[in-house]
């Protein structure tokens, strides 16, 4: 089965900073999907971002932007200009593109805003 | 807004009682999935379903649980005989099939399980 770790529990920013979370994968297989979701405290999962494996161009949406390094099995989160909004647990996953229909999360990372 | 609802939002129930769970999903998404997330962890993948059709399984769904999504809408989790190791939060997620399906999964806010 597919690994992923995320090495940092807690992660803090000061407001209008940047900050980046790290997150790794295990897998032998070339095709499948790497996201990042958002969980705010009692509210539900969000899509932050979402790469596929066989582009090579890092995805980006708007403040959010990712490392993807394939070879190295890494795909980090950067956070560029914190807001207090982005206060929330961050999820790295994994989804295969042979089976799909499972998602393999990490432990999470919770990240907080400093004002 | 037709997001994904889950019902009841949360549960407290006594060690041996049983549960069941409700998931509304998004009307055009034909494929529900179960997670459980515990304190500390990310999900983990209990079941799917593609419309009715309950497609995989985790070896982490006992025999004491079951799930069902008889019409193909929405779906219930149902704990039989809980224990306290149930404790937990069950997340539903729903996503469309075929060219609308990008990938992502949209989540409910979940059904928080506590088991005294």
């Known amino acids: 089965a597919q690994t992923v770790t995320q090495s940092q529990p807690e992660m803090s920013v000061q407001e209008a900073e940047t900050v980046t979370l790290s997150c790794t994968y295990d897998t032998s297989e070339s095709d499948y999907y790497l996201f990042w979701y958002k969980q705010p405290p009692s509210r539900q999962m969000i899509l932050v971002i979402r790469?596929?494996?066989?582009?090579?161009q890092n995805a980006t949406e708007n403040r959010f932007s990712v490392n993807f390094q394939k070879a190295a099995k890494s795909f980090s989160l950067k956070i560029s200009d914190s807001q207090l909004g982005d206060a929330a647990m961050y999820f790295c996953?994994?989804?295969?593109?042979?089976?799909?229909?499972?998602?393999?999360f990490g432990t999470g990372t919770s990240l907080t805003v400093i004002p | 807004d037709t997001g994904v609802s889950q019902d009841p939002r949360h549960k407290i129930t006594k060690r041996g009682q049983n549960v069941t769970f409700r998931c509304d999903p998004i009307?055009?998404?034909?494929?529900l999935y179960w997670y459980r997330q515990t304190l500390g962890q990310g999900p983990e993948f209990l079941t799917y379903f593609q419309n009715e059709a309950q497609l995989e399984k985790s070896r982490l769904l006992s025999d004491r649980f079951s799930a069902e999504r008889p019409k193909g809408s929405f779906s219930t989790l149902e704990i039989q005989r809980t224990e306290q190791g149930d404790s937990a939060m069950y997340l539903c997620?729903?996503?469309?099939?075929?060219?609308?399906?990008?990938?992502?999964?949209?989540f409910g806010e979940g059904s928080r399980l506590t088991v005294l």
């Open positions: 996953a994994y989804r295969s593109g042979y089976t799909g229909n499972q998602f393999y």
């Open positions: 997620a729903s996503s469309p099939s075929g060219r609308a399906n990008t990938g992502e999964l949209f």
């Open positions: 009307s055009e998404h034909n494929r």
């Open positions: 790469q596929e494996a066989y582009k090579q």
